[in-house]
């Protein structure tokens, strides 16, 4: 398997843009986790689903972030608009239940 | 709420030593713990996860230690090497958490030759 795959690896936008990244789950994974990771706090948990049901979003820090997964092998998260503080490195983890698998990451930079 | 804290947040050692990198936790309704290993610029890998029950897991050599009721675990590398060098993350699954992870910060180490 190739593991969790995420696009694109960068990402530069300016502020008010929309943003959108992508996730592919290990094949029978049932639980994917998006998480931001910043020097300031750390790796948060934003969301996370479960066999495509979004099960707990008490992350997400605002209205301008959404995410879907619409099927068991795709997920995307979306910020509209953007902001410099949103600026991150953004980590999606699939699981089969125990143990977490991550993502290369997606380095968002928001001018 | 779940707290998780490592120390030192970083490490600097000459390559052969013996090491221990140490996770403590507020709460010890875990589920689970899980170690984990991130280079610079890279996605997290996982290292160990043990399960509440529990006391230690090994992986060549790594091993971790879990003393649930103390609200600890460790990392123990042995014979560490250059490519040990890395940030070192432990994660907890509360038991009332659903299948979210707490992070701690994490521990910068470095290995010299």
């Known amino acids: 398997d190739a593991g969790v795959i995420q696009s694109p690896r960068h990402e530069v936008t300016e502020m008010g843009q929309e943003v959108t990244l992508r996730c592919k789950p290990i094949?029978?994974?049932?639980?994917l986790f998006w998480y931001r990771q910043t020097m300031m706090r750390g790796l948060e948990l934003l969301i996370y689903f479960n066999n495509n049901v979004p099960i707990d979003d008490s992350g997400m820090p605002e209205d301008r972030f959404s995410a879907k997964m619409p099927n068991a092998s795709f997920s995307t998260l979306k910020i509209q608009p953007s902001e410099p503080r949103d600026s991150a490195v953004y980590f999606c983890?699939?699981?089969?239940?125990?143990?977490?698998?991550f993502g290369p990451g997606t380095r968002l930079t928001v001018l | 709420k779940q707290e998780v804290t490592q120390i030192p947040a970083a490490l600097s050692v000459p390559e052969g030593e013996n090491l221990v990198l140490n996770c403590s936790f507020t709460d010890s309704a875990i589920y689970n713990l899980q170690w984990f290993r991130q280079d610079p610029g890279k996605g997290l890998t996982s290292l160990l996860l043990i399960q509440s029950s529990q006391r230690e897991q090994t992986s060549g050599r790594l091993n971790a230690s879990l003393d649930k009721s103390s609200g600890r675990s460790t990392l123990y590398i042995a014979a560490s090497q250059p490519g040990d060098s890395a940030t070192y993350l432990c994660?907890?699954?509360?038991?009332?958490?659903?299948?979210?992870?707490?992070f701690g910060g994490g521990t910068r180490l470095m290995v010299k030759p």
């Open positions: 094949s029978g994974h049932d639980y």
């Open positions: 994660a907890v699954r509360g038991n009332n958490a659903g299948n979210m992870l707490t």
């Open positions: 983890a699939s699981s089969p239940f125990d143990e977490q698998f």
